[in-house]
C-alpha cells in the first residue's frame, strides 16, 4: 500500500513507487536519484512540512509541496541468511610449502 512521501513514517526504509510530478520536475527528480525502485528514508523533518531524505548515502532537502507528489511504500526487509543443511565440513588440507634451499636456512648466500 502506498503514501505519499509526506505521510511516510519518518525513519522507516522506503522504495519509491512512483510520481505525480511531471516534466523538468521528474528530469530533476531522478537526477538527484529518486525514481521508481529508490530506497530512501527520511531522516529530518524541516520547517514548513518539508523533509530531508537519504538516498543512496546522499541527503536530499525536499518542500512539502513535492513530498506531496511522490508515492512510497514500505521497503521489504532484508531477507534473512541462509541456514546451513548439512554440518560444516573440514577444511581442505593446506599444500605443504617447498622446502627451503640449505643456504637459505643457514643465512650464507
Do not use: C, F, K, Y
Not at 12 to 18: Q, R, S, Y
Not at 99 to 106: D, F, G, K, L, S
Amino acid at each position: 500500500m502506498s503514501s505519499s512521501l509526506a505521510r511516510a513514517p519518518h525513519g522507516v526504509p522506503l522504495v519509491l513507487v512512483g510520481t505525480r510530478a511531471q516534466g523538468d520536475v521528474v528530469r530533476r527528480l531522478a537526477e538527484l536519484g529518486l525514481r521508481r525502485g529508490a530506497h530512501l528514508r527520511s531522516v529530518q523533518r524541516t520547517a514548513g512540512g518539508g523533509r530531508v531524505v537519504d538516498v543512496g548515502g546522499s541527503r536530499i532537502a525536499l518542500g512539502r509541496d513535492l513530498l506531496a507528489l511522490i508515492e512510497v511504500e514500505p521497503a521489504a526487509p532484508p531477507a534473512p541468511p541462509p541456514t546451513p543443511s548439512a554440518p560444516p565440513t573440514a577444511h581442505a588440507p593446506v599444500p605443504a610449502h617447498a622446502p627451503v634451499p640449505a643456504a637459505a636456512r643457514t643465512g650464507m648466500p
